[in-house]
């Protein structure tokens, strides 16, 4: 479908999209195409010589798809701007993906971009919840480091090696080497998410 694909696919990457005011307004401003534009552009028939060719059409009257996709998945850690980029991102390839010895109806397009940009998003959630989950049995982890430390210092002057520590909580000594690595680096980053989720487990 030409060259249209450089130049939707620059469209939809713009770093200009840091706020959800401006997803909203970029999709705002491609007015979305109805069944009669679609079947035009589907049926692989010229686009004028002083517009955009096909491929960008499809992508622009379409990206309504993707917000609407965004918005239901969003969520305070997977924040729209990043879920329209890549919705937009499977868009693009849905559109360059088509056969045009092979057109799909208006409402077969549609239902294959949802489709397309619902599993790419669905897949970012589930990305999301098992990174939220490792992250929480990290921190559960650390917490029942820091409490054998404390207990194991009660009875010394000098803090517990690692060997001292796996054997107090029957782990295996690279476990705690790893964690006491990984709580060093979370808070020499300063990372925010990770500290502050082992501040929830000590308030608790």
Request: proline content about 5%; cysteine-free.
């Amino acid at each position: 479908m030409g060259s249209g694909r450089s130049k939707s696919k620059s469209l939809v990457e713009s770093d200009e999209l840091a706020q959800p005011q401006d997803v909203r307004q970029l999709v705002e401003g491609f007015p979305r195409l109805n069944k009669d534009q679609l079947a035009r552009l589907l049926g692989g028939l010229p686009a004028s010589s002083s517009g955009p060719d096909p491929a960008q059409q499809l992508v622009e009257g379409t990206l309504w798809v993707v917000l609407q996709a965004a918005e239901a998945h969003q969520s305070q850690t997977l924040p729209l701007e990043d879920l329209f980029q890549e919705g937009s991102t499977a868009l693009v390839t849905v559109v360059h993906g088509l056969d045009p010895s092979q057109p799909l109806s208006p409402d077969q397009f549609v239902n294959r971009v949802r489709q397309a940009v619902g599993q790419v998003m669905d897949a970012l959630v589930a990305e999301e919840v098992a990174a939220r989950l490792e992250d929480l049995r990290w921190a559960a982890d650390a917490e029942r480091l820091f409490a054998a430390e404390a207990e194991l210092r009660l009875n010394s002057a000098t803090a517990p090696t690692d060997l001292q520590l796996a054997a107090h909580l029957s782990w295996p000594v690279a476990r705690v080497a790893q964690l006491r690595r990984a709580v060093d680096e979370a808070r020499s980053q300063n990372d925010v998410e990770l500290m502050d989720i082992l501040g929830e487990i000590e308030s608790s």
